[in-house]
């Protein structure tokens, strides 16, 4: 039997932040295009040796499908890592609703576990939801996209059950709308930040049900991103603004004689203070095999990068095969080597200029279905993960 088992990690940082552990990031139409109806994936405990331990592994997630209903609901898990304590994983419960062919209309998450308090007669506990709301054009391009949380909390009779109060918040939602040109390009992109504070509070006293609303609303809405073509419907100028719809950062980019993108060059240090600094410059060589993107970033300006520069080396199905990073007098590389079989990868090994070896050996069933993920460094397995399909 699969239990949830927590892995607690020392890991000291100034920062708190959750972090998605790899997955198959399988949607309705992938459901439906393997003919699965639920996959699971689960760490698998190891010894030191890198052995497998006898013992209940850890699930990270389990997804599966409602055709009638045309949602993909389950289980995930995240990575949360907290100021001098630690790591652990936590649990959500979602649930994502898509059109026929597949669009995306709605996400939910929500905790699997949520802690009851008992006092005076009553059952109180909170509960988070989060909500994603999704909104596509006649040529179902993303219009426009929603991202709220719902704060619900509720207090219930002990010995009926019955709920005696439910009290919901809604706030600051975060807005984004998409506009697009006749040839389906993306050309601006605006943020609404609504401050709106939705509070609606329900009694279900059988002799007195009460339903109060209390609203108060505060839009700001302003011009986020913006696109720019050339005639040729090459992106030629990306550019970001401040709530206050002022300029912010600007990206160019230029083309070679063959309209392959050949330098990319980047400013920032808010415009608004009418001295914008030159951030990185981003060019590219184009080989008979290969693709190198060299980036040269500012390191010495307050928005300055820690790398002096980048180096990119790619083969021609764009596969990372080395990667350098200069800082000062040090340099940092790693080359990359793949192995390839039936079409799928089945091996991944990367070698870093300090002798580290980290490979990856990935699985399959006869269905060409990923089912094993192993990671070795220096030759001895140090993570092992399984999937499961039903």
Known sequence: MKNFIFYIFTFFTTLVFAQKPTELNWNYIDFIKNDVNKVSKYSIPLRKNGKVKKRDSTLLFNKQIDLKNKTVFGIESSLVVV????THLTWNKFK???????LILKTTSSPLEIEKTKKFGF???DESVGETIYEYDINENLKRKEYRTINNHYSIYKSSK???LHLKSIYRPQIYEYVFNSDNQEIKQYNTVDST???KTKSYNPKNKTDAVICSYCHSKYL???WKYDETKKLIEWISYTRENKLHTKRYYYYDNQNRLKKQIDSTGWYVYNKPIWESTKTYEYGLDKTTETINNNTESRFGAYYKQEITV??????VIRECKLANDQKECSDYSYEWKNGKLIEKTVTKSNGEIIKQKFEYNNRNLLTEESEYQ???RTELIRYYYE
């Open 314 to 319: 790619l083969d021609t199905d764009k596969n």
């Open 162 to 164: 019955d709920t005696t």
């Open 123 to 125: 059952i109180e506990y």
């Open 224 to 226: 986020n991103i913006e």
């Open 197 to 199: 504070r939705y509070l």
């Open 96 to 102: 994502d609703y898509y059109t026929e062919n597949g």
């Open 83 to 86: 100021t001098h304590v630690g």
């Open 378 to 380: 220096n030759g001895k």
